[in-house]
């Protein structure tokens, strides 16, 4: 079994599509062994994102993930990593293959519905930010 970390962004919290996305999540049979809505302060974005802290877009994505509350989800399942990554869709939403979660509920590049570790690495950093051991059922 594998766990990787799922954020439903900003965006898609405030348009009401939370609900749209823990179906498909669960209808792709992957697990939620963890949950909880909260809002990020900028400084704890900044902290969380600070691997693209030399991209130009490290500010307004900071700025945009502590604009109103975000979803923090642990997913489990085999190749959880992977099955995420391709149930979001590519980042940009006017490039996401049909019935993925960006393509059905992301705005643009930036507000694109989701966000999901890409590796183990990054899950194994990405997770313990937001839950504890105990969090995790």
Not at 34 to 54: P, S, T, W
Not at 81 to 89: E, P, V
Not at 94 to 115: L, M, P, S, W, Y
Request: include cysteine; proline fraction near 4%.
């Amino acid at each position: 079994m594998e766990r990787t970390l799922a954020i439903i962004k900003p965006d898609a919290v405030k348009r009401g599509f939370v609900g749209g996305i823990l179906v498909e999540i669960q209808s792709a049979g992957l697990s939620v062994c963890g949950l909880r809505m909260i809002r990020l302060a900028k400084e704890q974005a900044e902290a969380f994102y600070e691997v693209h802290q030399a991209r130009p877009f490290y500010a307004s994505l900071c700025a945009y993930m502590s604009s109103g509350p975000v979803v923090v989800m642990v997913l489990e399942g085999e190749g959880a990593i992977a099955r995420w990554r391709d149930l979001m869709g590519a980042t940009d939403p006017a490039k996401a293959a049909a019935g993925t979660i960006r393509k059905k509920f992301g705005v643009d590049v930036e507000q694109n519905a989701a966000h999901g570790s890409d590796a183990p690495e990054t899950a194994s950093r990405e997770i313990p930010f937001f839950f504890r051991t105990l969090d995790i059922v």
